[in-house]
């Protein structure tokens, strides 16, 4: 979806009006935190959308723009994650999802060769970042707990 000056906005088909963030359980520390970071940089790509003004301190310098309405970072077992996943799908959410394999390559060319060889429903989800319907993706994630 592009705006009237041709800016793109959003992948889907109306603008979203929730981002949550959903990760497996099992996973802490960095692994943790380099799977958020990845998922978060892609949804931000295809939803600039989503990201609010530029904020301009008292001293006049500017900072660049943060996401007005939060996101919620939630938790699930891998299972569920799986789940998850195809259900927001069928409800019309953007899925960002990141696989085992993410981690476990040494580069992006190894990724993308390995995730060819993986068929969607025998991946290892560490996280998944839900973009879409408030009240969808709140429906879809009431199960889960919140990041400690």
């Keep these: 979806m592009y705006n009237e000056n041709n800016e793109f906005l959003t992948v889907l088909d109306e603008i979203p009006t929730r981002c949550t963030i959903i990760m497996d359980s099992a996973l802490s520390g960095g692994l943790l935190a380099n799977a958020i970071a990845v998922i978060s940089l892609t949804a ?54 990141f696989s085992v394999e993410g981690q476990k390559t040494k580069n992006y060319q190894e990724y993308l060769e390995v995730t060819c060889s993986i068929p969607a429903e025998q991946m290892q989800y560490l996280g998944i970042a839900l973009i879409g319907s408030r009240n969808v993706i709140n429906k879809l994630t009431k199960n889960c707990e919140m990041i400690k």
């Design 44 to 97: 931000g790509k295809r939803h600039p959308v989503l990201l609010g003004a530029d904020l301009v301190d008292a001293s006049g310098e500017t900072h660049p723009g943060l996401i007005p309405t939060g996101i919620p970072m939630l938790c699930t077992d891998g299972d569920s994650l799986k789940e998850l996943r195809i259900k927001a799908k069928e409800k019309g959410c953007d899925v960002v999802d």
